[in-house]
């Protein structure tokens, strides 16, 4: 079985699957994404991201919605080319809806960006069940 190498540089090679976590590294960088954050766009545990981005794993299960939430190609991704735009789709058009409440929030300082953060976190998870709450028992009680 033949291994496959790609030059890196002028002082040696890599292994060429360890393109592609070298390659989303940078594409997170490039859009301010912690592993976390891709994760949850992407749909999957944080651990998956981290072993994308660390094993010598040519590809993955969930690479093209790697690329599509970072703007590019699983092809770029994977060393098959070396144009990260190639190909990329578009970024969703956003709504005029979206683009008010984005106004709205660079309205806010600080503070009330933190607040109104808080208070997303809260309506997007459902709020948390307080100790001493009043609640059924086993029997209906």
């Known amino acids: 079985m033949t291994q496959k190498f790609r030059a890196v540089n ?27 954050e891709l994760a949850r766009r992407v749909g999957v ?3 998956t991201i981290f072993k994308l981005i660390h094993s010598s794993k040519k590809g993955s299960a969930h690479l093209h919605r790697v690329a599509r939430e970072l703007g590019t190609t699983p092809a770029y ?3 098959e080319v070396d144009d ?3 190909d990329a789709p578009e970024p969703p058009p956003i709504s005029a809806e979206e683009f008010g409440w ?3 929030i660079r309205a806010l300082d600080d503070q009330g960006r933190t607040a109104l953060l ?14 001493n ?3 059924q028992g086993y029997r209906g009680e």
């Open 10 to 36: 002028t002082h040696g090679y890599k292994w060429f699957g360890m393109i592609v976590g070298e390659r989303v590294r940078e594409r997170m960088q490039a859009a301010g994404l912690s592993q976390a």
């Open 45 to 47: 545990a944080q651990p």
């Open 84 to 86: 990260p735009e190639l």
């Open 102 to 104: 984005i106004e709205l």
């Open 77 to 79: 991704l994977s060393g």
């Open 133 to 135: 709450s009043p609640h």
């Open 118 to 131: 808080q208070v997303a976190q809260i309506m997007a998870t459902g709020p948390k069940p307080v100790l």
